[in-house]
Nanobody, 123 residues
Framework: QVQLVESGGGSVQAGGSLRLSCAASGRTFRSSGMGWLRQAPGKEREFVSAISWSGDRTYYADSVKGRFTISRDNANNTVYLQMNSLKPEDTAVYYC????????????????WGQGTQVTVSS
């Protein structure tokens, strides 16, 4: 129904920036909210940011507010996460996901997931 492919991850020093991209295909993209979630080793997957289909509403975890910015380009079926002022605690696999029923603020609110892209932030 929908396929999501993340890119843009890598290794950076603390204070650096990365821009993640999520390329979506399938007929459901334009009618769905989208989110970024992450999972660090030994931790539960957690919400990072989300954006409504129209882009009018955005949501951020407190831990990234003011540092990360989510956006989407529906014409190109792409969602972005601009990550600035990165911290070592941001190290995780970052997943792009399509919102399903329920809240944007929990992984349970998403029904399709990308493969993930690794972000590593060194001290």
């Amino acid at each position: 129904q929908v396929q999501l492919v993340e890119s843009g991850g890598g290794s950076v020093q603390a204070g650096g920036s990365l821009r993640l991209s999520c390329a979506a295909s399938g007929r459901t993209f334009r009618s769905s909210g989208m989110g970024w979630l992450r999972q660090a080793p030994g931790k539960e997957r957690e919400f990072v940011s989300a954006i409504s289909w129209s882009g009018d509403r955005t949501y951020y975890a407190d831990s990234v507010k003011g540092r990360f910015t989510i956006s989407r380009d529906n014409a190109n079926n792409t969602v972005y996460l601009q990550m600035n002022s990165l911290k070592p605690e941001d190290t995780a696999v970052y997943y792009c996901a399509r919102a399903g029923a329920g809240s944007y603020l929990t992984p349970r609110g998403y029904d399709y997931w990308g493969q993930g892209t690794q972000v590593t932030v060194s001290s």
